[in-house]
T-cell receptor, first 115, second 109 residues
């Protein structure tokens, strides 16, 4: 089955720790995205990537880093510089093509909690 | 500034009681409006894409419509399994989606 997988489902971080969230897709999609979701707020874009070895900052990139070494993988690292990392993190992907309104498909999410 | 506002924030319906959810948007150069359904603790599930004013899409008990300033998600004769948070998002400059805060729907049997 084609889809987007995220791991782990739950993640606990201690103060001062860096943690990495995994996102893998087998949809052969070109673009991948990371969003953060907080209660009562809309999804906010952290980083996105349209091609391998290239990525751009979204609206709330401070304290986060990403890499895109393979088309199917887009891991997100939450660094110790992110002061309020407790949130639900969502990865999404979309194909690029002639349409500029392709829908984004989402993974199941990772819930990160700071201890 | 590009903006999306959804109303109401929460909606409680009896099973079979039809209603509508609203998504108002302000965006320069709309390139698509998207509706998603999100169950608690899960990722959003894609429902519809609307591209131009006057367009309508239907899926089971759901029907989405689009005007130049807003979109409606009409729910006809809802069932308890329709309970979820419904998210609206617009696409302006590629590749960013701008999301509303969502409407949480509860359908009681």
């Amino acid at each position: 089955d084609g889809g987007i997988t995220q791991s782990p489902k739950y993640l606990f971080r201690k103060e001062g720790q860096n943690v990495t969230l995994s996102c893998e897709q087998n949809l052969n999609h070109d673009a991948m995205y990371w969003y953060r979701q907080d209660p009562g707020q809309g999804l906010r874009l952290i980083y996105y990537s349209q091609i391998v070895n290239d990525f751009q900052k979204g609206d709330i990139a401070e304290g986060y880093s990403v890499s895109r070494e393979k088309k199917e993988s887009f891991p997100l690292t939450v660094t110790s510089a992110q002061k309020n990392p407790t949130a639900f993190y969502l990865c999404a992907s979309t194909p690029l093509g002639t349409r500029d309104y392709n829908e984004q498909f989402f993974g199941p999410g990772t819930r990160l909690t700071v201890l | 500034e590009d903006q999306v506002t959804q109303s109401p924030e929460a909606l409680r319906l009896q099973e079979g009681e039809s209603s509508s959810l609203n998504c108002s948007y302000t965006v320069s150069g709309l390139r698509g409006l998207f509706w998603y359904r999100q169950d608690p603790g899960k990722g959003p599930e894609f429902l519809f894409t609307l591209y131009s004013a006057g367009e309508e899409k239907e899926k089971e008990r759901l029907k989405a419509t689009l005007t130049k300033k807003e979109s409606f998600l009409h729910i006809t004769a809802p069932k308890p399994e329709d309970s979820a948070t419904y998210l609206c998002a617009v696409k302006a400059l590629f590749p960013k989606l701008i999301f509303g805060q969502g409407t949480t729907l509860q359908v009681k049997p």
